[in-house]
């Protein structure tokens, strides 16, 4: 039994300040939820524009270097341009002529350089074409050069725009690589004379016929007018600079005021850069920087800035964004709080005084009134309208159940006497009907036993019987094999006895065989004797030829071809006598093996004998066995039948009890279902009883308020303590 069951209130009912707990917890969370938010929108926007700007920064960049990589390319173009048309010239051309021609008439070319030095160490030069000075003293100022150097093909100045420091120049590596090549690639340096950095380029004089090198031209440039273009191509806004360095990352022009032929200090990002944004740091500072290559050279031009400078737009939008947020953040708290005061004014305080009222109904109290609980038309108004709808019903309820208890526990105990009555009857017929059962399933397994055996004695007989005629079918197969073999044996001493007569007729033929030879052999012999003789006689023959002179040279003519036949004879005698000699030699190895064959024949022909007479008894004793064979198989056939009827007679009889059997369990069963419901009708009839003293001693725990309740120890209203052990003493049994 519970506390509340009890009348009891739990701790947790008691606590009247979980309201305000579950309150803050709330607010807590929301204002967190906010605060964590606002943080991550704060957070989002802050990176974001980071990034937009960011993007930006570096399309600032990449299109100052390209703007400024195009300008260069081109003032680069001209440049060259120029000076191949002004060494194309044939002003230029002639004066390389003249100057070459009064060098060697003055015979500079085999002088000392510090001889030359000295000779013309006032003017510098050989002055061959004053026309063609003033002419590029003219035109460098419109093109921006500030000094044009021409020499004839051993180096010597022959043309200057103003005195230079050597009157040499042969010994010059870039006078060297134009008179080569036919030009020098753009390079930077800075002028001592002129205090500041210039470019210089130079190309090839040539004999127009013959391509022959007869001077070479040098242009030195001004770079101011590269660095105001970079700073109209790169432009200042963002605080993004451009950056003109040759190949070992020395600066030659700027749009700023970076200082000149020193080393950048973003070199090595700029030559790992290829038309992309390379970010790099340099005196402690972040910095990005877009590089491309210009010329032949490798120059390249760098437009550069520092992230600070870039995103100084992006930090102040970010700050903004901040502050926003905070000033938002401090909004959303103010308007919580007001929230938490209208909740505990409208929800939580009313809440609170109907947890009240529910904790002392809940410990047995119905006489409580909701009556002077404020109340209105929300939701809050509703439940204690509810609320106190609820507790008049109950305590309706517990007066009709006050009324009802005592006649229900009257009914249970009439309920109760008669159920005994039926269980004793019930018990009585189970168990006469589980002795009937009892009885009916002893001799049901007893005829069950005695058809097994009969059923084993059938497949006994139906194996005997199976078996029978299965010998009977391989004596039947046996007596057909040997008959089949017996004729195939007679059909073997027949060929037999046809092969040593074959054997036999081979063995003379090779005797006859075996004379011929001989025969043959014998006039072999005697062609051979022929052959010696007619030798001889024809060695005579010639004899009597040479002796006879030239009346003897036709007999000579016939000795001669006699020679010769008796020679072929001779060897036809010899080869005729190896292949006698062969015959006969085979002709003994097929009588040896002719004899053999004879005895071999000889021995399977009386094994054949003797098999034959074998094939003959099988049979006789197969078809004895055959005889026997018929006649196990006919009585096996009677035993059989004789076994199936007893069989079915035993199934019918086995059928009818176990039908006796089961109708008795039948009887059981049922009467056992019947004492089973009657113990239930029992049980239950005692819990009703039960239930009904426990809804009394309940009921008459509560306080009505118009009917008092009856005090603890009264009789027939238990004390709540008796209750309990009541119960528990219940629940253990």
Do not use: C
């Not at 605060?35 to 993007?55: D, E, K, N, Q, S």
């Not at 500030?146 to 005195?163: F, P």
């Not at 500041?196 to 016929?209: C, H």
């Amino acid at each position: 039994m519970t506390e509340r069951e009890a009348g009891t209130p739990t701790p947790a009912v008691r606590d009247g300040g979980s309201g305000k707990t579950l309150r803050r917890r709330i607010l807590v969370g929301a204002a967190i939820g906010i605060v964590v938010m606002l943080g991550a929108l704060a957070w989002a926007g802050t990176a974001g524009i980071g990034g937009v700007f960011h993007r930006e920064a570096e399309l600032r960049v990449r299109d100052a270097a390209q703007r400024s990589a195009v300008f260069i390319d081109r003032m680069l173009t001209e440049r060259q341009r120029e000076l191949d048309m002004l060494t194309a010239s044939p002003t230029a051309i002639d004066a390389a002529r003249e100057g070459t021609r009064r060098a060697s008439s003055q015979g500079l070319e085999r002088e000392p350089i510090e001889a030359l030095e000295q000779r013309f160490n006032a003017t510098r030069t050989l002055d061959v074409d004053p026309r063609f000075r003033r002419y590029l003293t003219d035109l460098n100022s419109n093109v921006g050069a500030i000094e044009a150097i021409v020499t004839d093909q051993w180096g010597h100045n022959i043309v200057v725009t103003s005195i230079t420091q050597d009157f040499m120049q042969g010994d010059e590596s870039w006078w060297q690589t134009a008179a080569e090549r036919g030009h020098t690639p753009p390079s930077a340096e800075f002028d001592d004379w002129s205090k500041q950095v210039v470019m210089t380029m130079s190309g090839a004089i040539r004999e127009p016929a013959t391509q022959r090198t007869i001077g070479v031209m040098k242009l030195t440039f001004n770079l101011s007018r590269t660095d105001s273009a970079l700073a109209r191509s790169g432009g200042t806004s963002g605080g993004i600079r451009v950056e003109l360095i040759d190949a070992d990352g020395i600066v030659i022009a700027s749009s700023a005021d970076t200082p000149r032929m020193r080393p950048f200090n973003g070199a090595q990002a700029a030559a790992a850069a290829s038309d992309t944004v390379v970010h790099y740091q340099a005196d402690n500072r972040a910095n990005m920087l877009a590089s491309i290559p210009v010329g032949a050279s490798g120059w390249r031009v760098v437009a550069h800035v520092d992230d600070a400078t870039a995103l100084v737009d992006a930090r102040r939008i970010q700050r903004y964004l901040n502050f926003a947020t905070l000033a938002l953040a401090l909004a959303l708290l103010v308007g919580l709080a007001w929230l938490d005061r209208f909740v505990a004014t409208r929800i939580t305080h009313p809440t609170e005084r109907l947890a009240s009222v529910a904790e002392r109904v809940a410990a047995g109290d119905l006489s409580v009134d909701v009556a002077d609980v404020e109340t209105t038309d929300d939701e809050i108004g509703r439940l204690t309208r509810a609320t106190g709808t609820m507790i008049r019903e109950l305590r309706r309820l517990a007066t009709a159940l006050r009324a009802t208890s005592s006649e229900t526990a009257a009914m249970a105990g009439e309920i109760t006497s008669g159920a005994a009555a039926m269980a004793t009857t019930a018990e009585a017929m189970a168990l006469t009907s589980s002795d009937l059962s009892e009885q009916s399933g002893a001799m049901s397994q007893a005829i069950a036993q005695f058809t097994s055996d009969a059923t084993r004695l059938v497949a006994i007989s139906s194996e005997l019987d199976a078996g029978s005629q299965e010998g009977l079918e391989r004596n039947v197969s046996l007596r057909e094999l040997a008959a089949a073999n017996r004729a195939r044996l007679d059909e073997s001493a027949s060929a037999l006895d046809t092969l040593s007569t074959d054997v036999a007729a081979s063995a003379s033929a090779a005797d006859s065989l075996a004379q011929a030879s001989e025969e043959i052999r014998a006039f072999v012999t005697f062609v051979q004797k022929m052959a010696r003789q007619s030798k001889l006689l024809a060695l005579n023959a010639a004899m009597e030829a040479a002796r006879a002179g030239i009346h003897g040279q036709g007999f000579a003519v016939v000795a001669g071809e006699v020679r010769r036949l008796a020679t072929e004879a001779a060897e036809n005698a010899e080869r005729t006598e190896t292949l006698v000699r062969d015959v006969l030699m085979r002709v003994g190895d097929s009588r040896a093996s002719t004899a053999r064959t004879v005895e071999a024949v000889a021995s399977v022909s009386t094994a054949t004998r003797e098999g034959l007479d074998s094939f003959s008894r099988i049979e006789s004793a197969v078809a004895e066995n055959e005889e026997w064979m018929r006649a196990i198989s006919h009585a096996s056939t009677e035993t059989h039948a004789l076994i199936d009827e007893m069989t079915k007679r035993l199934e019918s009889v086995a059928r009818t009890t176990e039908s006796f059997a089961a109708s008795m369990q039948e009887v059981a069963a049922s009467s056992e279902e019947q004492s089973a419901s009657t113990a239930e009708i029992a049980d239950v009839a005692r819990g009703l009883a039960r239930s009904a003293e426990e809804l009394a001693r309940l009921v008459s725990a509560f306080r009505l308020g118009d009917v008092p309740a009856p005090p603890a120890g009264t009789p027939g209203v238990p004390s709540i303590a008796e209750n309990v052990v009541e119960e528990e003493e219940l629940v253990a049994g």
